[in-house]
């Protein structure tokens, strides 16, 4: 059973920054494609930045320019690095696996909620 374990979520002016921390509990995390994914009120959950085993990395294009995801395998971690912050990026943030070709398969943590409001 994975277990995702999502934080640093806030409040933040228009303009802030955040750091998203998720730490993955798998057996081999250095091998797992992992995703980053926002669900604002009254919308679906929608997929933010992604990154693969080997580093590359893919973004919505609402976030492009704005957002880095990295990850450090010897802390079975990613992050979610959000520079100027909007109102719409307004949400609760989750992880989870991330394929072009098949939905997030873990248990949805409880997520972080990220408010951006002056």
């Known amino acids: 059973q994975v277990q995702l374990v999502e934080s640093g979520g806030g409040l933040v002016q228009p303009g802030g920054s955040l750091r998203l921390s998720c730490t993955v509990s798998?057996?081999?995390?250095?091998?797992?494609?992992v995703g980053w994914y926002r669900q604002a009120p009254g919308k679906q959950r929608e997929l933010v930045a992604g990154i693969t085993p080997t580093g590359s990395s893919k973004y919505a294009d609402s976030v492009k320019g704005r957002f880095t995801i990295s990850r450090d395998n010897g802390k079975n971690t990613v992050y979610l690095q959000m520079n100027n912050l909007k109102p719409e990026d307004t949400a609760v943030y989750f992880c989870n696996s991330h394929s072009d070709y098949d939905p997030p398969r873990w248990n949805w943590g409880q997520g972080t909620q990220v408010t951006v409001s002056s």
């Open positions: 798998i057996r081999i995390f250095s091998l797992a494609a």
